[in-house]
């Protein structure tokens, strides 16, 4: 095939089917448009010439057409050993990234001369969705090797989710220039991005350390609440907390294991709106990752969560939690309607209603609510460790206020909040100056 590497921009393009898609050029139209008009006319001028002329331009783009599909079969046959890295992987959204695609010849086998030829001369292009490229064009750098060739770009991924990436295409045509063929080599792939998220780590202290002093409207709770949990068949008498139990009624037992490490739950109600959901999706994210970097378990509850985010993450610690919490975002979805929404928080609400009494801190990125929602969260607020960010906005202040002034009632910390806000600005106040009309 005759080929010419190149270093140029080249737009997103979606991913094709993985056989050769062989088009006409400009040229090649006009040649064979040229031809069949000089036959048309030689033959009603009678003028064999003109006939002649005619046909053998016709002829022409057959035979391109013909050559360059020989050679692109040829191609398959000996096509190199490809493959793609992306870094960092996953991405994160509004964070850039690189691919490179190496195109590999140096293996054995009877082609390996005329393979080594191919990557000599290839013409390589990559495909990105424009969620991965910000909708713009990708700025590539070839480098070849001894056998090798290898094609850098960057990536700016704007959207959290799972985007392909790939297969590369090796652009190729006749001798003449009337017909050109893309050839996809190597394998597709979808790219997970995570959501982006705002550094929160300088208000776990606040959240954690002292979530017990700064509680408005619910009673103080005793320092040694915050290891105990309801006694449970089997447990060792010995570590029954008797001054405990006896204050608030019922069994309580020590729960050495989390002693030092308070635990948070956040609770995601995801929004409908694509915007807002990415908002929601991040502010959940963000403050649910401050807690991990403060040593402390968490997990991350809500529509399409609940299943798999019963467990705390980080437990143990370590940088395995912070992957795991950021990759149960990848694949959220909005709810269905928002009745599904109501139910999904009426069963997250039930799901940390438990350790709350046990002395879990509890974090709400919630819509305003509807009544039923509302009272499923009461509970809650008795552990006086609870908090909650309403999102609002030009259609849902009234609403947005009302589930505000609910949740604090009923003993939680909570404020509204706008997707345009300064997250970071606002959790940071609502956490250390009190609530925020």
């Known amino acids: 095939m005759s080929t010419a590497a190149t270093d140029r921009a080249a737009p997103p393009r979606q991913t094709r089917r993985a056989s050769s898609e062989t088009e006409m050029t400009s040229r090649g139209v006009g040649v064979l448009a040229a031809g069949i008009v000089i036959a048309v006319l030689g033959v009603g001028l009678s003028t064999p010439i003109l006939v002649y002329i005619g046909v ?3 002829c022409a783009v057959a035979v391109a057409w013909i050559w360059l599909v ?4 040829a191609f398959l046959r000996v096509i190199p050993a490809t493959r793609r890295e992306v870094s960092p992987h996953p991405l994160t959204a509004g964070v850039p990234g690189t691919v490179s695609v190496t195109i590999d010849s140096r293996a054995g086998g009877r082609h390996v001369r005329m393979r080594r030829s191919v990557t000599e001369h290839l013409d390589l292009r990559e495909q990105a969705a ?3 490229t910000g909708g713009a064009g990708t700025k590539a750098t070839v480098t070849r090797g001894d056998g090798t060739l290898t094609l850098r770009y960057s990536l700016h991924p704007t959207r959290r989710g799972r985007w392909p990436l790939g297969p590369a295409l090796v652009h190729s045509g006749d001798p003449f220039g009337m017909i050109h063929a893309d050839t996809p080599v190597g394998e597709p792939q979808l790219v997970p991005v995570w959501p982006a998220v705002v550094d929160l780590s300088g208000t776990a202290g606040a959240l954690m350390g002292h979530a017990d002093r700064v509680v408005l409207g619910a009673r103080t709770p005793s320092p040694d609440d915050a290891s105990l949990r309801d ?4 447990d060792d008498l010995r570590r029954v907390h008797w001054a405990s139990s006896a204050r608030l009624g019922t069994m309580l037992v020590r729960s050495d294991e989390r002693a030092g490490r308070r635990p948070a739950t956040v609770i995601l109600d995801p929004p409908r709106e694509p915007i807002a959901l990415e908002w929601a999706i991040s502010a959940a994210a963000s403050i649910a ?3 991990l970097d403060s040593g402390h378990p968490v997990r991350m509850i809500g529509a399409g969560l609940d299943a798999g985010a019963v467990r705390h993450l980080g437990e143990r610690g370590g940088e395995a939690a912070r992957y795991e919490l950021l990759n149960q975002t990848i694949d959220l979805r909005a709810p269905a309607s928002r009745a599904d929404s109501t139910a999904q928080v009426v069963r997250s609400a039930a799901l940390a209603a438990d350790d709350a009494r046990q002395g879990e801190v509890t974090v709400g990125v919630l819509e305003p609510l509807s009544q039923e929602a509302l009272d499923a969260l009461v509970p809650i607020g008795d552990s006086g460790r609870a908090w909650a960010l309403v999102r609002t906005g030009p259609a849902m202040e009234a609403d947005a206020r009302r ?9 939680w910390r909570a404020t509204t909040i706008s997707p345009t806000d300064d997250l970071a600005e606002l959790w940071t106040r609502m956490l ?3 609530e925020i009309e």
């Not at 006694?231 to 089997?234: A, L």
């Not at 589930?403 to 003993?411: F, I, K, P, Q, Y």
């Open 56 to 58: 053998a331009m016709t």
């Open 70 to 73: 020989i050679a692109v079969d």
């Open 130 to 132: 424009a969620e991965l």
């Open 231 to 234: 006694y449970r068949e089997g």
């Open 289 to 291: 990752l401050s807690v």
């Open 403 to 411: 589930t505000v002034r609910g949740l604090r009632r009923a003993g």
């Open 432 to 434: 250390t100056a009190g």
